[in-house]
């Protein structure tokens, strides 16, 4: 007898296994069947063995996941997406056509861990965006691109370059330096946390000017453009420090790497509210100072460096992905000189809300943080958004600038005790009084997107390509 259909879009991470979290390895170990890309399924080679899989190449994402869907009926299906699956991996397309009846299980997205890896954080807001047009009109690709330049937001570019397809990269540079962006700085990333990684600093004028350094952009390089970079403080591979991103709550989406840290921490330092949720993982002595904000992440990080000068293994606590909102860009400051610090990447609250809501994802997004931003131009040029730390009034006010029938989602503590979340039209959101507000993450979906049941689905116009 068959066990009970189940799908599951799986984010496996980056690349290496050390990036999967608890809950995407529970996934495949549970699943009786092993649906994805080639490339990707070896790089899960050592957790498929007895499984049934089912591999396909590239441009057979719709035969990918009919099959998973399919097999769904009888059977529990993971269906591997490199990555988050919300962010550019299977997520939308998966969700769409099992009609919103799946689970979507994050993973860290390539943009936070390119970023941990270099030492880049993020304070306002990033905007990622994919310069593949195959299923997005180009001018609309570039009307996002100056929507983000004319907000000064760092920009992560997937899919910059191809064998066939050169010349977007170019074009998009062009538009960056007509908007006075030209000096900002770039991260080339390469095959992040997999083997043959390559970093690399250049600027919008230099990889525009260097046609050789452009050729060696590819689709395995992730762009980032702006961002606050601290070089001097990050050694790649090198150990140090740890600013561990614990993700949204649950030791569930823990990576594989954190919850390795965090067992074979001396000392573990954090804000109660994290320590409290790592409990029972930790064997060393746990550390949660406490005072005023300031005060009490300048006195962790004393004696953090005092354990390290002992000989101990400290290991700092932020919540969600250290470089997204988190107080890493401070620790970084504040040790500057003292110590090498290793930021380790975790599932953020924007990924989580995203798998929870469903597949609001359709292309690309931004990520913000408080009031002030003209986030409308971000809205009217086809970006989902996430809104961070907004108080009630401003959440009512980008409601009520939207059309009714638009999906939104509002979520506060997913996965932590007391958890909230409310997908469904704009009009229909209801709204916490008071402080319990500004710590709820709003999300915006992607234009064309829909309520199936109670799952947020954004289509990335695979029907106009493929006809399913």
């Known amino acids: 007898m068959p066990s009970a259909g189940k799908l599951s879009i799986v984010g496996i991470g980056p690349g290496d296994l050390s990036q999967i979290t608890r809950a995407a390895a529970q996934a495949i170990s549970n699943a009786h069947f092993v649906v994805g890309y080639r490339p ?26 009919k099959t998973a869907v399919e097999l769904a009926a009888d059977a529990p299906v993971a269906l591997i997406s490199s990555g988050d699956p919300n962010v550019y991996g299977m997520g939308g397309l998966g969700m769409e056509m099992a009609g919103g009846k799946a689970e979507v299980i994050p993973g860290v997205t390539s943009f936070a861990a390119a970023a941990c890896r270099a030492g880049l954080t993020f304070s306002r807001g ?7 047009d195959l299923l997005t009109p180009w001018a609309e690709i570039l009307g996002r691109v100056r929507a983000a330049a004319d ?36 991260l ?15 600027s919008v004028d230099e990889l525009l000017a260097e ?14 453009v ?12 090198c150990p140090g420090l740890p600013v561990i991103g614990i993700g949204p709550g649950s030791p569930d989406h823990l990576t594989a790497l954190a919850e390795e840290r965090i067992r074979t921490s001396t000392h573990l330092l954090g804000p109660a509210r994290y320590t409290r949720l790592i409990e029972g993982l930790q064997t060393g002595q746990v550390i949660a100072a406490d005072g005023p904000c300031p005060e009490r992440l300048t006195r962790r990080i004393e004696q953090a460096l005092a354990a390290l000068r002992q000989g101990g293994q400290p290991a700092l606590l932020v919540g969600g992905d250290p470089s997204i909102f988190s107080s890493a860009g401070r620790i970084m400051d504040l040790t500057s000189g003292k110590a090498r610090v290793e930021m380790m990447p975790g599932v953020s609250a924007f990924s989580m809300l995203a798998a929870r809501a469903g597949a609001p994802l359709a292309n690309d997004f931004a990520v913000i943080s ?19 730390n907004l108080p009630a009034d401003s959440i009512r006010e980008v409601l009520a600038g939207l059309p009714e029938k638009q999906p939104c989602a509002l979520a506060r503590d997913l996965t932590r005790p007391g958890e909230m979340l409310h997908a469904g039209w704009a009009a229909d959101i209801s709204i916490p009084p008071g402080e319990e507000a500004s710590r709820c993450t709003l999300l915006v979906a992607s234009p064309g997107s829909v309520l199936l049941g109670d799952k947020i689905v954004a ?10």
């Not at 397809?165 to 030209?182: H, I, P, T």
């Open 40 to 65: 990707y399924l070896e790089l899960i080679g050592d957790l498929i063995p007895g499984k049934q899989v089912v591999e396909s190449g590239m441009g057979q994402e719709v035969e990918r996941v």
């Open 226 to 237: 702006g961002g606050k970079r601290r070089p001097s403080d990050v050694h790649f591979g």
């Open 370 to 388: 408080g009031p002030g931003h003209e986030f409308q131009k971000l809205l009217d040029s086809g970006f989902a958004v996430f809104f961070y």
């Open 126 to 132: 990033v905007a990622a965006l994919s310069l593949s």
């Open 211 to 224: 046609e050789d350094l452009r050729s060696r952009v590819d689709m395995f390089t992730l762009l980032i």
């Open 151 to 186: 907000l000064d937001l760092p920009l992560a570019l997937y899919n910059p370059r191809s064998r066939k397809r050169d010349w977007q990269l170019v074009r998009v540079l062009e538009e960056l330096q007509e908007a006075g962006k030209g000096g900002r700085q770039m």
């Open 188 to 202: 080339a990333a390469r095959n992040v946390y997999r083997s043959a990684e390559e970093m690399l600093w250049t």
């Open 459 to 468: 289509s990335r116009g695979y029907q106009k390509k493929y006809r399913f």
